[in-house]
């Protein structure tokens, strides 16, 4: 006899059954309609016929976006900067003006859900513990001018970073520039270079990396 889970009450055939298309059309309907709930309680899905302002959040295509400049009818993404879930803790949400938080003092919040404040220094901090045991630092890097990154290319970072040669896992990164910010990057040794690579075009003006260093 089949089981149901807990939360949503999705079937769940045994082995002794035969699959009936019909179970699984009904699972994937409860976990569709729940999802879209979930979604439009962080922001209502992009409108079209709606005018948005400076700073109104929106869902598109499965995403969070907050509004750069007044904006109406179809998608124009320079209008809109990609945030994060506020409500769910899952980042951080960027503010427009990156490097005017970037003064070694200055403080980006992480919102309700999400933790306490984190600060992005320019100087090297212990914010934590890796897997391994080894302990994690963070830095923010500013770049004495911004460094274009075409979508899914690598820019060589090796001046911009001299402190890469003590780092050994990257843990996390994400670039700004003066109305973005994206965490869709990946940097680290290339032949001996080491490199930003960015899923999506960017001119990056700062990079932070959380990262281990290597043991000496």
Excluded: H
Aim: hydrophobic content about 30%.
């Amino acid at each position: 006899m089949a089981t149901y889970t807990t939360n949503y009450k999705l079937n769940k055939p045994t082995f002794a059954e035969l699959a009936d298309v019909r179970t699984f059309n009904g699972n994937m309907d409860i976990i569709d309609t729940v999802m879209n709930a979930s979604q439009n309680s962080i922001a209502e899905p992009y409108d079209s016929t709606e005018t948005y302002n400076e700073g109104d959040m929106v869902m598109y295509e499965l995403y969070l976006y907050r509004c750069l400049e007044e904006t109406t009818g179809t998608w124009d993404a320079t209008k809109w900067e990609r945030a994060y879930s506020a409500s769910s803790g899952a980042g951080i949400v960027y503010p427009q003006d990156a490097t005017k938080y970037l003064n070694g003092v200055g403080q980006w919040t992480v919102p309700a859900g999400g933790g306490g404040g984190v600060n992005y220094s320019t100087t090297e901090q212990v914010i934590g513990t890796w897997i391994d045991g080894k302990t994690i630092y963070q830095k923010t890097y500013v770049f004495n001018q911004s460094i274009p990154i075409q979508s899914s290319s690598y820019a060589d970072i090796t001046q911009e970073v001299p402190d890469y040669v003590d780092m050994d896992t990257i843990v996390t990164a994400f670039v700004t520039s003066n109305s973005k910010a994206t965490d869709s990057v990946w940097c680290g040794m290339d032949n001996n270079t080491f490199c930003l690579y960015c899923a999506e075009g960017i001119n990056a003006d700062t990079l932070t990396i959380t990262y281990t260093k290597v043991t000496v």
